[in-house]
């Protein structure tokens, strides 16, 4: 089976942010994740780098364009790197091969009949770069995202017939419960759709950054349908020689709620115009919350994602955003609450369980685990985690299914605390027993650290080296026998002074 999983594509007139890193280490957890289940997976991220918002901020730096991208391309493409993204391609907009399928995609759409000329008016946000409906128009005649003023505008187009893609889309929402997540997102979606669907414009006159639309060149495709196109483009020209549309095609999406209707909506339709599959469903993310916190020790007041990668390694921000804030859901983050969680659950919970566990099996077993079953309790505790886990994942879940890892993690210590294997090895008696809980340990920490693979890959790859676990699949509890060698393992997440200065 394949799994092909996208990030939005960024917009290159800024830098790259936590909320940028947030939805690539989301598309990054499923990845590895269905990875590990053997999925033959594709993973794409990328920059958005046409339409007016880029023009305009090229305009005040005073470069081109195509120059603002070259120099922020790659600062997402660091970002992806320093969040340990394992993206198989990074797309530009920009990129002839996308260019050139774009045009073949709208006309196609164009020949099947979609597209007509008219002449549109209505109240415009330039930051959107999108047309407001009634309903979508704040207080003051203002973007309910940016806030800023709307502007009225009239503009000479060629139109997309969205409006005949409304039973369409309905029948899709009404076939497929799961097409969008979670459910309150996928409600807004629907009722958007039920409102009413207007024809869109899919040109745009006059501007030049743009990619021009194919029978009327003076005119450029509007920057959403060649952004929204990237999903499907990508697979086209990614690999030399090879199109790997039929290998992965349709594509599950990734993003936040700002971008919802142009997924939900208009993307489908384009893909059922087109005569294309429609995708294979989305998730929508809410917003990590940056609030007045009290200092933390060492990264100050904000949590900017590249220094506490930098100070802490990118795991731990990782493991940070999808603990703290639950998927799906807006949530609050902070530089004191991360430091925290990084103490408390990672270096004490995890880090500490494993150099313990290995330690007491390094002394009291000269290093080998020993052959035993597991203890009948944490075996029962343990019952169906793969299963769970992964039915959680399929449903992109990730903060719950992190909780139910976390739960099994504070299971074992407090295993270790009822059995104190250090009393047990003091008795030869024991021995059997102690046997039993080293090997239940050992087995407990290999299936947790194997689930935890793909939100603390460079920390969980370390500590499976130290069990001596060659395989990255998932496992039940138990189902690996004893007598393998295993290394001690210094601190997995060392404490760390405050910064001084
Ligand atoms: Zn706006």
Sequence with gaps: MSFYVTTPIYYVNGEPHLGHAYSTMAADVLARHMRQRGEDVFFLTGTDEFGEPVAQQAEREGVTPRELGDRLAPRFKEMAAKVNASNDFFIRTTDEGHQK?????????????????????GWYCPRCADFKTDSEIAEGNTCPIHGIELTREQQDNWFFRLSSFQEPLERLYAER?????????????????????RDVSLSRPKLKWGVPVPWDPEQVIYVWFDA????????????????????????????????????????????????????RGMVIHGY????????????????????AI????????????????????????????????????????????????????DRYRDGTVPNSEADPAIAEDFKGIVTRFSALLDKT???????????????????????????????EDEAGRLDQVLYTLI???????????????????????????????????????????????????????????
């Excluded at 790997?244 to 208009?266: G, R, S």
């Excluded at 919350?289 to 220094?307: A, H, Q, R, Y």
């Excluded at 299914?401 to 003091?426: G, I, Q, S």
């Design 397 to 427: 879940e990730l903060t719950v299914a992190l909780d139910e890892v976390w739960t099994l993690v504070r299971r074992l210590n407090r295993f270790v605390e009822e059995t104190r294997p250090w009393d047990l090895a003091k008795d």
């Design 177 to 197: 419960p799961d097409f969008v997540i979670p459910d309150f997102r996928r409600n807004e979606a629907l009722s958007f759709i039920r409102q009413g669907l």
């Design 310 to 361: 930098d100070r802490y390694g990118s795991d731990a921000l990782r493991f940070y955003c999808f603990r703290e804030v639950s998927f799906g859901r807006d949530g609050a983050v902070s530089a004191a609450g991360f430091e925290s969680r990084y103490e408390t659950e990672l270096a004490n919970d995890y880090g500490n369980l494993a150099s313990r566990v290995l330690a007491m099996v």
């Design 228 to 279: 929204l196109l990237n999903y499907y483009t990508a697979l086209s020209y990614a690999r030399e020689g090879k199109d790997l549309t039929e290998t992965y095609w349709p594509a599950f999406h990734l993003l936040a709620k700002d971008i919802l209707k142009f997924h939900a909506v208009y993307w489908p339709a384009f893909l059922m115009a087109a005569g294309l599959e429609v995708p």
């Design 101 to 121: 399928r774009v045009q073949e995609v709208v006309q196609q759409v164009y020949d099947n009949g979609h597209v007509y000329e008219g002449t549109y008016e």
């Design 443 to 501: 087995e407990g920490l290999r299936v947790t650290t194997l689930l935890l693979l793909p939100y603390l890959p460079v920390s969980a790859e370390r500590l499976l080296g130290a069990l001596g676990e060659e395989d990255r699949g998932l496992a039940e509890l138990g189902s690996r026998g004893g007598g393998q060698q295993i290394e001690r393992l210094g601190q997995l997440f060392p404490k760390l002074e405050p910064a001084t200065g």
């Design 288 to 307: 990590l919350l940056m609030g007045e916190s009290k200092m933390s020790k060492s990264l100050g007041n904000v949590l900017d994602p590249f220094d």
